[in-house]
T-cell receptor, first 108, second 114 residues
Framework: KNEVEQSPQNLTAQEGEFITINCSYS?????LHWLQQHPGGGIVSLFM???GKKKHGRLIATINIQEKHSSLHITASHPRDSAVYICAAQIGNTPLVFGKGTRLSVIA | DTAVSQTPKYLVTQMGNDKSIKCEQN?????MYWYKQDSKKFLKIMFS???????INETVPNRFSPKSPDKAHLNLHINSLELGDSAVYFCASSPEGVGRTEAFFGQGTRLTVV
């Protein structure tokens, strides 16, 4: 059974700080997803990656398949980045297994 | 235009009632999903349909029945609602099979059973 663990659970940062959210999983996966859930509840898919690194604006996602670990980085954080960030692991065609989320608050 | 739209956004109903949540996507995607987010904000998949065919049916009570009249719609019917059904339900779609591509989520339906 694949377990997905995220850390930290809660994170408060000052505007401009570099932020890292970590995600570890217990079995081999085919892909890892990062999602963002806004305070209003809406969910947006940020990245899907199976190797290496992806970048979109100030967001960077990396994955290390051997170590079964992924990180989501936010550069030059801004209060509008405040949200819950969720990682989800994919094994073949089985359902996504979600982490419990990291609640990020960025203070101006 | 909203890519994945769910209605209603909020639903308050009494125990024992039957209710439906509708989901439509205008992205031309083949795969649609229903997820449940509990009070602890934990997301869990309920169902997945690919081209109107049920692909994934997790251990969800029989009171929950998805219906896909066409590829663009996946509705969720819930019979005999219970207090424990209170949650936020998210519909999503993706271009290809389960987990192969990024998913697009609806805004969620907050169901409160009283």
């Amino acid at each position: 059974k694949n377990e997905v663990e995220q850390s930290p659970q809660n994170l408060t940062a000052q505007e401009g700080e570099f932020i890292t959210i970590n995600c570890s999983y217990s079995v081999g996966i085919s892909a890892l997803h990062w999602l963002q859930q806004h305070p209003g509840g809406g969910i947006v898919s940020l990245f899907m990656l199976s190797s290496g690194k992806k970048k979109h604006g100030r967001l960077i996602a990396t994955i290390n398949i051997q170590e079964k670990h992924s990180s989501l980085h936010i550069t030059a954080s801004h209060p509008r980045d405040s949200a819950v960030y969720i990682c989800a692991a994919q094994i073949g065609n089985t359902p996504l297994v979600f982490g419990k989320g990291t609640r990020l608050s960025v203070i101006a | 235009d909203t890519a994945v739209s769910q209605t209603p956004k909020y639903l308050v109903t009494q125990m024992g009632n039957d209710k439906s949540i509708k989901c439509e996507q205008n992205l031309g995607h083949d795969t649609m999903y229903w997820y449940k987010q509990d009070s602890k904000k934990f997301l869990k998949i309920m169902f997945s349909y690919n081209n109107k065919e049920l692909i994934i049916n997790e251990t969800v009570p029989n009171r929950f029945s998805p219906k896909s009249p066409d590829k663009a719609h996946l509705n969720l019917h819930i019979n005999s609602l219970e207090l424990g059904d209170s949650a936020v339900y998210f519909c999503a779609s993706s271009p290809e099979g389960v987990g192969r591509t990024e998913a697009f989520f609806g805004q969620g339906t907050r169901l409160t059973v009283v």
